[in-house]
């Protein structure tokens, strides 16, 4: 029996010398049995190569182990925000929208201006420097802005007092407004703004007279271009006659438009938005509070200006600002406002006075 243990001590001890780890059987310079193989060990690479006659491992090259990659988050994309369009002639909808649209429409119209000073102007010496430098530089803005109307030189005269212009448009033999009034475009109370086809008035007696307490709001800074406007209309369309007139177009559109021009003038210029003048005339006007048809608004008991710019803002985001002048072109080709009216927008007079109706709740009118 001990001699049998002994045998099998023996045995393994042997059996164990012959378990050489593959770590140490493989170095450079050792023998290896089948040419071109390879073997990795300990992170190196090794090739059975030919030495003289033996067949011999490589010197060993490290292994680089690519870095698994890290996958890349995707960006979750946020989807811009829609544009939201005004829909013409909608009735439904965010005043703010109404605006804006009708002011890139006029934008996109007028594009870059050329200002153009080809006009005459008569000027009170109790002008301050500083208020002709702007006032000038809107007017040439404005006379610039229609090269495609063929219309007469406008004389303009700028003054600080009603006793001014009576002279000195009596002196030229002229006159505008009433002709049974003691001033011109004026009762001599206030402020006296008004144009007829070549001429154009703007009296500024409330700034200029002495301890005011008047300034230059958005209203006032409006007038040169609102009057020059109104010569536009006037080379378009004729002098605005009679209510009884086919021809005569209303004074919501007369003065509104004039309203919103000059509003969006004193904007582009940079003497204050655009939307200061329109909560003055339009959002916050009291006369507004009690809803009165807009068909009515062609009377001189009511007032035009506010409510009519709206109804300009409306037509212009609904038609553009070019189809918008057509009004006034295709009232005097077709003898007609209300059949120039259909031809410059597509609606009947009596349908675009339903449509407004319906959509002024979203006008800010009053509000």
Request: aromatic share 12%.
């Amino acid at each position: 029996m001990k001699r049998l243990i002994t045998a099998l001590v023996l045995t393994t001890t042997l059996g164990l010398s012959f378990i050489v780890p593959a770590s140490g059987a493989v170095k450079a310079g050792a023998a290896c049995k089948k040419l071109k193989s390879t073997t990795t060990v300990s992170g190196y690479k090794y090739t059975c190569i030919k030495s003289g006659k033996k067949l011999v491992w490589s010197k060993g090259v490290k292994v680089t182990v690519n870095a698994i990659p890290t996958p890349t988050p995707t960006p979750v994309s946020t989807p811009e925000p829609q544009k939201v369009s005004f829909i013409p002639w909608s009735t439904n909808f965010e005043t703010t929208l109404l605006t804006q649209t009708a002011l890139e429409a006029t934008d996109l119209y007028f594009g870059k201006v050329t200002p153009s000073n080809d006009y005459e102007i008569v000027i009170d010496p109790s002008v301050t420097a500083s208020d002709i430098a702007w006032i000038k530089s809107m007017l040439d803005y404005v006379n610039g802005s229609f090269p495609n109307i063929e219309r007469e030189k406008v004389k303009v005269f700028l003054g600080t007092t009603h006793s001014w212009s009576e002279k000195t448009l009596k002196a030229a033999n002229l006159w505008l407004g009433d002709p049974n009034a003691p001033y011109p475009c004026s009762q001599g109370r206030s402020d006296a703004y008004c144009a007829e086809r070549n001429l154009a008035l703007l009296i500024y007696s409330d700034i200029y007279a002495p301890n005011s307490l008047y300034r230059w709001d958005p209203g006032r800074r409006s007038t040169p271009a609102h009057e020059l406007f109104h010569t536009v209309q006037f080379a378009m369309a004729g002098p605005n006659i009679g209510s009884d007139s086919p021809l005569h177009i209303p004074r919501w559109l007369m003065e509104g438009s004039a309203n919103y021009f000059g509003f969006y003038i004193v904007d582009r210029m940079g003497f204050e938005k655009y939307q200061v003048g329109r909560n003055q005339q339009v959002n916050n006007n009291p006369a507004y509070k009690t809803i009165v048809p807009l068909v009515r608004y062609d009377s001189f008991d009511l007032d035009p200006y506010g409510i009519g710019q709206a109804v300009t803002e409306y037509l212009i985001a609904s038609i553009g600002f070019e189809k918008f002048l057509d009004i006034w072109k295709f009232t005097k080709s077709e003898k007609s406002f209300n059949l120039g009216f259909f031809k410059a927008t597509g609606l009947q007079i009596e349908e675009f006075y339903a449509k407004f109706e319906a959509a002024r709740g979203s006008m800010g009118i009053g509000s």
